[in-house]
Nanobody
């Protein structure tokens, strides 16, 4: 059974940083693509970032334009965990952040399609406010 548990959310001032964690169980994380999504009140869910499954010893990372240069996704195989390092946070980054898993490879045209992910975590709240 694919299970994901997010953690690391909280309240941070504009310009601050947070690191979200997505702990995986029931599967080996580098055999799967892991995506981060967020949903703000009254808004649609949007893809934030994705790290693909490893193929030919290579994984790819994708980012939404709104977070490029500020967020970084990474994977720790020893801990079976994917991280989302978020820097220079702004109030518009306020949302519930979810990680999701899919066994398929992801590409630039598909990584942010939430409907194609198999399993989701429960979410963690990120609030950016002074």
């Amino acid at each position: 059974q694919l299970q994901l548990v997010e953690s690391g959310g909280g309240l941070v001032q504009p310009g601050g940083s947070l690191r979200l964690s997505c702990a995986a169980s029931g599967f080996t994380s580098d055999d799967y693509s892991i995506g981060w999504f967020r949903q703000a009140p009254g808004k649609e869910r949007e893809g934030v970032s994705c790290i693909t499954r490893v193929e030919r010893r290579t994984a790819f990372a994708y980012y939404a334009e709104s977070v490029k240069g500020r967020f970084a996704i990474s994977r720790d195989n020893a801990k079976n965990t994917v991280y989302l390092q978020m820097n220079s946070l702004q109030p518009e980054d306020t949302a519930v952040y979810y990680c999701a898993v899919d066994r398929r490879m992801k590409y630039s045209t598909t990584w942010n399609m939430g409907g194609q992910y198999e399993s989701w975590g429960q979410g963690t709240q990120v609030t950016v406010s002074s």
